[in-house]
């Protein structure tokens, strides 16, 4: 999905990408100020390519407060893609801090949920937690797959507690489906 920028958030954009850290800083203020789903991946790269905790903490909290609907599809479209893999937690961070449940991408959460790590899960939870619905049944059915699945290797890893809570809501909404 193609979304239009004004000139300021274009300028922004490459001030982000600065090597020169007031530079970039001024552009995550713009950033803050006019974005929308068309910062997300490159909030993402840059976080990803940063080295600085502080800097990482302002994108963090920028793409906690997005609060435009347009940032929904780009964030659930970066779950699933390689590169932001070890990001899945900020993302799914920024879903719900923002008030998104996207209930028609619950298969999409289920899945990040357990490739990644604790944080990752503990986020996705929480998504799904969240979500109200309308679901759509393939939907539901793949996120229960992929919970079966991940629950029918051994592991004592202590995501188990949370897949299985997340297998619990599953069945709550199938049930509520019917």
Known sequence: MEMKQSKKLKDAMVQLFSTDRTTAMTGLKTIREEGNGSVIHPLLDVY??????????????????????????????????????????????????????????????????????????VEALTVIENMEGPFQYDSIEEASAIVDEYLGEDSDDPIVALIENLRELLTDFRANME
Do not use: H, N
Request: aromatic residues 10%; negative net charge.
């Open 48 to 121: 990803t390519a940063s080295g600085d905790a502080d800097f990482q903490e302002e994108i963090r909290d920028i793409m906690s407060c997005l609060k435009s609907d347009t940032v929904v599809e780009p964030l659930v479209e970066a779950l699933g893609i390689e590169k932001y893999k070890e990001d899945r937690a900020l993302i799914l961070y920024s879903l719900w801090s923002s008030g998104f449940y996207p209930s028609e991408a619950i298969d999409k959460v289920t899945r990040a949920a357990v490739e990644g790590d604790y944080m990752c899960a």
